[in-house]
């Protein structure tokens, strides 16, 4: 049997054999590298750029020229008209393109109702835009009067079937008068039919909603009419006209967040409001640093304050149940809690510079005072060099002058044998306990045995007498001895 070669699929272009070496896939067909270009401007092709039509191929440009929308704002760009087909980019007579029509398509015709509503053609759906149900062309999606292109962000469907600009449908089926139309500032009342007939712009009629009156007590409280739905406005329960809700003195126009309801069954405004009901004197109604009084007595400007007593010291509490600096009843509006007790807001000041303290300033002395923590240091503070309010020796008596058994360091009855603080032998609360190998210490007898540092989990080492050290008096005392140990590497020592 005679040897017959493989078939090869041939390239459209050219016609001859590709192979698997050189091809490039477009449009199901496989082309040679060098074929695979622009039909009309001869532009080499990859597969970001390339636009197949017919068996041809394009880069996008050339095929936007060729086959897209034709018009304002395309083809050349927005702003420009043009209507280049690329006729100056085609082939020269007599080259070859392999049979690829590059004259304009005939659209088929669709049946009646079923076609694009502008041209009567086929709509197939990578070019349909829909407007009320029905597709048109890409190109014939555009505005009936001016022609221009629209997208479904600006298109408006008129009664008439067809599509408009939104311009075009206000002139045409928009309302007319002072401030339509054409704009604000020009009085247009004409409107146009197909004929370009002048005809009669239609009337409106306002119907004063005020006139209609409502029974006593129902209607809007400024001027008794009927409020229906669309205009009325909620205030206090009850329904006013939209037009009739401004403030009594101003007239001002109000809305929900700067009306004041007032206690003549009126509203107001906030600044009307304030000047008539509002507190007056010193820094109210117009301003700090103004006295404003609006003409009122003195009498009236009482009978409109309520009346209030801010002295609450001077309600007695029973005794041990009031504020334990004046003895006054404490209400929950001003309380202040320390140590279980409760304290007037102004009363809860330091006992000896009286500064005003809060929850995080306080400090609850022995004394059953609260003090700032400057003075509570002064008073109950340790004492000696490093303390106080500067690193100064201070050498005060050996006692306070105020003694309290509870804050010295080792009293009252101690613990049984090996049940107590290792180095005190008082017993240790929870609050207080520091552990380490040998028992359970005091915060402040935990420190070394040596040096008298203090120690924590880090640098404790429990010695085989029983107490604790730290790292270098443990290495001091039991650790290696010789050179390098001890002092210092490079010392001899056998102490």
């Known amino acids: ?268 405004c906030k600044t009307c409001y304030g000047k008539k009901w509002g507190p007056h004197g010193y820094g109210f109604a117009c301003g700090s640093g103004f006295l404003q009084t609006d003409g009122l007595t003195e009498e009236e400007i009482s009978s409109n304050r309520p009346f209030y007593n801010p002295d609450t010291t001077s309600i007695k509490a029973p005794k041990g149940q009031g504020c334990p600096r004046c003895g006054g009843m404490v209400f929950a509006a001003e309380q202040q809690l320390a140590k279980g007790t409760m304290w007037h807001k102004k009363c809860f000041n330091c006992a000896e510079c009286h500064r005003p303290l809060d929850s995080m300033l306080a400090c609850d002395g022995p004394d059953k005072e609260i003090h700032c923590r400057a003075c509570y240091a002064k008073l109950f503070g340790p004492r000696g060099f490093g303390y106080g309010h500067a690193p100064t020796l201070v050498c005060s008596d050996s006692e306070p002058t105020v003694t309290y058994t509870e804050q010295l360091p080792f009293t009252g009855q101690k613990a049984a044998k090996g049940k107590g603080c290792p180095r005190c032998g008082f017993p240790v609360y929870a609050a207080e306990q520091m552990n380490s190998k040998n028992g359970t210490w005091h915060k402040r007898c935990f420190s070394c045995s040596d040096c008298h540092r203090s120690l924590d989990s880090t640098n404790l080492n429990d010695g085989p007498n029983g107490e604790i050290y730290c790292r270098g008096c443990y290495g001091r005392n039991f650790g290696p001895k010789g050179v390098g140990f001890g002092l210092g590497a490079g010392t001899l020592t056998m102490a």
């Open 1 to 268: 049997m005679p040897f017959k070669p493989a078939d090869n699929p041939k390239c459209p272009k050219c016609g001859k054999s590709v192979y698997a070496a050189e091809e490039r896939v477009a449009g199901g067909l496989k082309w040679h590298k060098m074929c695979f270009k622009c039909g009309l401007c001869q532009k080499l092709l990859d597969s970001t750029n390339c636009s197949e039509h017919e068996g041809e191929l394009f880069c996008k440009v050339c095929h936007a020229r060729k086959f897209g929308p034709k018009g304002y704002g395309f083809g050349g760009g927005a702003g420009c008209l043009s209507m280049d087909a690329g006729d100056h980019l085609k082939a020269e007579q007599g080259v070859r393109t392999n049979g690829a029509c590059l004259e304009p398509r005939v659209i088929a015709k669709a049946p009646p109702g079923e076609g694009c509503p502008r041209c009567g053609g086929y709509v197939y759906a990578a070019e349909q835009m829909l407007a009320r149900g029905r597709g048109y062309h890409r190109r014939c999606f555009n505005c009936n009067t001016c022609h221009k292109p629209l997208d479904s962000t600006i298109h408006c469907d008129g009664p008439d079937k067809e599509i408009y600009c939104r311009v075009c449908y206000g002139k045409k089926f928009g309302p007319k008068g002072y401030g339509y139309g054409k704009g604000a500032g020009v009085l247009q009342s004409d409107t146009y039919t197909n004929g370009d007939s002048p005809s009669q712009a239609p009337r409106t009629t306002v119907i004063d909603t005020a006139a209609i009156q409502a029974p006593p007590g129902k209607g809007c409280p400024r001027c008794g009419g009927v409020v229906f739905a669309a205009e009325q406005v909620l205030a206090k329960g009850r329904e006013w006209h939209r037009k009739c809700f401004k403030c009594h003195d101003c007239t001002k126009t109000l809305d929900s967040i700067i009306a004041c309801d007032g206690p003549d069954s009126d509203v107001y």
